[in-house]
């Protein structure tokens, strides 16, 4: 029999930690590969979210099988929630589908594959370093990961055969059979590591060992379960109140789960017993207790969505709202860079506020230049600081997603959004220097525009304005039919500007006090609308050179995917 002075601490600590650390890294490297080839369909999934609760725990899951991180599917349902595109109700489900997501970890690694770990590294690696074609990187970066995840299982299971002779770690294992502190110990482990793959993956190793019964493994992964709440609620300290009842939704839910669960640890583990049969073993067992666990609970709780949200918004109430004049970007979490797709979506959407302050400002701007005050003028500059503000938040946020690793379509969609980021600030510059400016001048020069010139420049004002709430929506719906619609519209304003010029020069002949001020002053402004359709444009055309790439990219790919069929037929 083994005892303490028996056992080589150092040899069993290290080859722990270290297959705990590549053990991760490689869940890391596997999920970062998922993420750059599934990300745009992650991104429509979650624009196409009807509020069908059980679309929404589909949608939950699909997510967070390829982001395996719980807590960033919840940053982007709060983001939703801000916006106003999604309830709370409609967030619940896919909290709760987001749970079932995560227990794709254990079920990669509960696979008794470990001995062709190396090769998976190595095939994985020759396909990421060596191939030229983005996606063929991607599955190597994916395969790389899924290799590292078996090799760090294996590390750690390794270091863990002396314990199998050591009776005072064996005694412990068998107290895990007690679910309370089975559940306590787990609970405290996830909370400390931050990370509930981790429990899960030395669970897994010690079970594979045979360290570990499965009534312990399944109280250990309902610990995990509580003790990534923690997580959660630490993730929405200082953060809006709608982010802390996403975290709230989280906490309540897994706490509820386990506490409807922990006294049929015994009834579970035999069910799990009687689907795997006799040749699953300890290991697949746990992994499939965690999906049973969760799914069950999804699909029970999933009825109760109305009331649930109803407790959390009188547990949480929303706080009034700052009258202040700084503005805080809505969606640009700093959770969800490592998810670049994601974040480019998200940048999207700030795209999307950024234009409706500028919309703001350009709804206010003619009556105030053709015959308001400078207090009314000043009014329409100020809103241009929120503008700048928003801009700037948008622009850092973006260089942060920049250095991360992108593929070709995600650098191109960063210089799209940074392109369309400036247009639509150079449209707020253009209200708040140049039109403000114009009518100041009127005042200074006593100028009265005329009912008729009035109504000219309001018409065209109006047409105007409608192309830049176009070119928004196309950006932010990635519409390209909506886009072309901007573009129609070059040649009608070209006319009607051309009519407003010869209005101005047949006025400017006659007679009348400050007339070449007032022709001087309307020409300007019309100038100046021209220069904003000119970027609402530049908008549009980046929505349809989107399109137009996808297009030509699948074309290429179905092009591709003929002559590797024509050449097996050979």
Same mark, same amino acid.
């Given at each position: 029999?083994?005892?303490?002075?028996?056992?080589?601490?150092?040899?069993?600590?290290?080859?722990?930690?270290?297959?705990?650390?590549?053990?991760?890294?490689?869940?890391?490297? /596997?999920?970062?590969?998922?993420?750059?080839?599934?990300?745009?369909?992650?991104?429509?999934?979650?624009?196409?979210?009807?509020?069908?609760?059980?679309?929404?725990?589909?949608?939950?899951?699909?997510?967070?099988? *390829?982001?395996?991180?719980?807590? %960033?599917?919840?940053?982007?349902?709060?983001?939703?929630?801000?916006?106003?595109?999604?309830?709370?109700?409609?967030?619940?489900?896919?909290?709760?589908?987001?749970?079932?997501?995560?227990?794709?970890?254990?079920?990669?690694?509960?696979?008794?594959?470990?001995?062709?770990?190396?090769?998976?590294?190595? %095939?994985?690696?020759?396909?990421?370093?060596?191939?030229?074609?983005?996606?063929?990187?991607?599955?190597?970066?994916?395969?790389?990961?899924?290799?590292?995840?078996?090799?760090?299982?294996?590390? @750690?299971?390794?270091?863990?055969?002396?314990?199998?002779?050591?009776?005072?770690?064996?005694?412990?294992?068998?107290?895990?059979?007690?679910?309370?502190?089975?559940?306590?110990?787990?609970?405290?482990?996830?909370?400390?590591?931050?990370?509930?793959?981790?429990?899960?993956?030395?669970?897994?190793?010690?079970?594979?060992? &045979? /360290?570990?019964?499965?009534?312990?493994?399944?109280?250990?992964?309902?610990?995990?379960?509580?003790?990534?709440?923690?997580?959660?609620?630490?993730?929405?300290?200082?953060?809006?109140?709608?982010?802390?009842?996403?975290?709230?939704?989280?906490?309540?839910?897994?706490?509820?789960?386990?506490?409807?669960?922990?006294?049929?640890?015994?009834?579970?583990?035999?069910? %799990?017993?009687?689907?795997?049969?006799?040749?699953?073993?300890?290991?697949?067992?746990?992994?499939?207790?965690?999906?049973?666990?969760?799914?069950?609970?999804?699909?029970?709780?999933?009825?109760?969505?109305?009331?649930?949200?109803?407790?959390?918004?009188?547990?949480?109430?929303?706080?009034?709202?700052?009258?202040?004049?700084?503005?805080?970007?809505?969606?640009?979490?700093?959770?969800?860079?490592?998810?670049?797709? +994601?974040?480019?979506?998200?940048?999207?959407?700030?795209?999307?506020?950024?234009?409706?302050?500028?919309?703001?400002?350009?709804?206010?701007?003619?009556?105030?230049?053709?015959?308001?005050?400078?207090?009314?003028?000043?009014?329409?500059? #100020? /809103?241009?600081?929120?503008?700048?503000?928003?801009? @700037?938040?948008?622009?850092?946020?973006?260089?942060? *997603?920049?250095?991360?690793?992108?593929?070709?379509?995600? @650098?191109?969609?960063?210089?799209?959004?940074?392109?369309?980021?400036?247009?639509?600030?150079? *449209?707020?510059? +253009?209200?708040?220097?140049?039109?403000?400016?114009? &009518?100041?001048?009127?005042?200074?020069?006593?100028?009265? %525009?005329?009912?008729?010139?009035?109504?000219?420049?309001?018409?065209?004002?109006?047409?105007?304005?409608?192309?830049?709430?176009?070119?928004?929506?196309?950006?932010?719906?990635?519409?390209?039919?909506?886009?072309?619609?901007?573009?129609?519209?070059?040649?009608?304003?070209?006319?009607?500007?051309?009519? +407003?010029?010869?209005?101005?020069?047949?006025?400017?002949?006659? #007679?009348?006090?400050?007339?070449?001020?007032?022709?001087?002053?309307?020409?300007?402004?019309?100038?100046?609308?021209?220069?904003?359709?000119?970027?609402?444009?530049?908008?549009?055309?980046?929505? +349809?050179?989107?399109?137009?790439?996808?297009?030509?990219?699948?074309?290429?790919?179905?092009?591709?995917?003929?002559?590797?069929?024509?050449?097996?037929?050979?």
């Amino acid at each position: 029999m083994a005892n303490g002075a028996e056992l080589d601490i150092f040899n069993i600590s290290s080859g722990l930690l270290g297959g705990l650390a590549i053990f991760l890294f490689g869940l890391e490297q /596997l999920s970062g590969g998922l993420k750059a080839v599934a990300g745009e369909k992650m991104k429509t999934i979650l624009a196409k979210l009807t509020s069908n609760r059980f679309m929404g725990m589909f949608t939950g899951a699909f997510v967070t099988a *390829i982001i395996q991180s719980s807590s %960033v599917t919840t940053v982007l349902v709060v983001g939703f929630i801000s916006a106003g595109l999604m309830k709370l109700s409609q967030s619940i489900g896919i909290i709760m589908g987001a749970n079932v997501g995560t227990t794709i970890t254990a079920q990669i690694i509960a696979f008794k594959i470990t001995h062709f770990a190396m090769v998976m590294v190595a %095939v994985g690696f020759f396909m990421f370093f060596f191939s030229k074609i983005d996606k063929i990187k991607q599955y190597g970066n994916m395969l790389m990961g899924l290799g590292m995840v078996f090799l760090g299982m294996n590390l @750690m299971s390794d270091a863990m055969k002396p314990l199998r002779s050591f009776e005072p770690f064996l005694d412990l294992m068998v107290s895990m059979e007690n679910p309370f502190f089975g559940l306590l110990v787990g609970a405290a482990f996830t909370a400390l590591v931050q990370s509930s793959s981790a429990t899960t993956g030395i669970v897994i190793a010690l079970a594979t060992q &045979g /360290l570990l019964s499965l009534p312990g493994g399944i109280a250990l992964i309902f610990g995990a379960n509580v003790g990534t709440c923690v997580t959660a609620m630490l993730a929405s300290i200082g953060k809006p109140r709608e982010a802390i009842r996403a975290a709230v939704v989280h906490v309540l839910f897994n706490i509820a789960g386990v506490l409807l669960w922990i006294g049929f640890v015994d009834q579970l583990a035999s069910v %799990v017993r009687d689907i795997g049969g006799d040749t699953s073993g300890t290991a697949r067992d746990i992994a499939n207790a965690h999906t049973i666990f969760n799914v069950a609970n999804a699909i029970l709780f999933i009825w109760f969505v109305t009331p649930f949200a109803r407790l959390v918004e009188r547990l949480v109430p929303l706080e009034d709202k700052d009258t202040g004049p700084s503005v805080k970007p809505k969606y640009l979490e700093e959770d969800i860079i490592s998810t670049p797709s +994601i974040a480019l979506n998200a940048v999207r959407l700030e795209i999307g506020e950024l234009g409706r302050h500028v919309q703001r400002m350009m709804g206010s701007i003619l009556p105030a230049t053709l015959s308001g005050t400078r207090g009314s003028l000043d009014k329409v500059a #100020d /809103l241009d600081e929120n503008v700048d503000q928003l801009h @700037m938040s948008i622009i850092k946020y973006v260089r942060k *997603i920049g250095a991360q690793s992108l593929g070709e379509n995600d @650098m191109r969609e960063v210089v799209r959004l940074m392109s369309a980021a400036n247009h639509v600030e150079n *449209i707020g510059d +253009i209200i708040e220097r140049d039109l403000v400016e114009i &009518g100041k001048h009127r005042i200074e020069e006593k100028i009265t %525009v005329s009912p008729q010139t009035t109504h000219l420049l309001k018409s065209f004002h109006g047409k105007v304005e409608e192309a830049l709430d176009l070119a928004l929506e196309a950006l932010h719906t990635d519409d390209p039919d909506v886009a072309r619609k901007v573009i129609a519209m070059k040649g009608p304003l070209t006319h009607e500007a051309k009519h +407003i010029t010869k209005h101005g020069a047949e006025r400017l002949m006659q #007679d009348g006090e400050n007339r070449h001020y007032s022709y001087s002053r309307e020409m300007e402004t019309v100038e100046r609308l021209r220069r904003i359709y000119y970027f609402a444009k530049r908008i549009a055309k980046g929505v +349809i050179a989107k399109a137009e790439e996808i297009e030509r990219e699948n074309w290429e790919e179905d092009k591709n995917l003929s002559e590797m069929q024509a050449l097996s037929a050979e």
